[in-house]
């Protein structure tokens, strides 16, 4: 659809025409819903946006992969994606950007 446009952090969809005020044009770059827009803009105040793309690209072309990581002692081995941090609020942003070059930020699924 033309005028459909998907939240960039929820994918929520909206019609250019039912937002308020309504929109012309499919807006250029990232949108983001009025839910989203001020976490958005509030997110790279840490500077961990910067610090991300500051990094070699050796260590962020591994966000999005998938990996096998120890689950600690006693868990053993489980399948996980390695994060990318930018992606991250509240206390796991924090724990991002005290190990950020360090370690890689996994998710467990």
Do not use: M
């Amino acid at each position: 659809h033309a005028y459909l446009l998907l939240c960039e952090a929820c994918n929520d969809e909206y019609h250019t025409y039912c937002l308020n005020p309504p929109l012309e044009t499919v807006p250029e770059g990232d949108f983001f819903c009025d839910k989203c827009k001020h976490v958005h803009s509030t997110k790279d105040d840490d500077g961990l946006d910067s610090l991300v793309s500051a990094l070699p690209p050796h260590y962020t072309s591994r966000f999005g992969e998938i990996v096998w990581a120890s689950g600690g002692t006693g868990y053993g081995w489980w399948p996980s994606c390695i994060y990318d941090p930018r992606l991250t609020v509240g206390g796991a942003r924090q724990l991002a950007r005290k190990n950020l070059g360090k370690k890689h930020l996994l998710y467990f699924f």
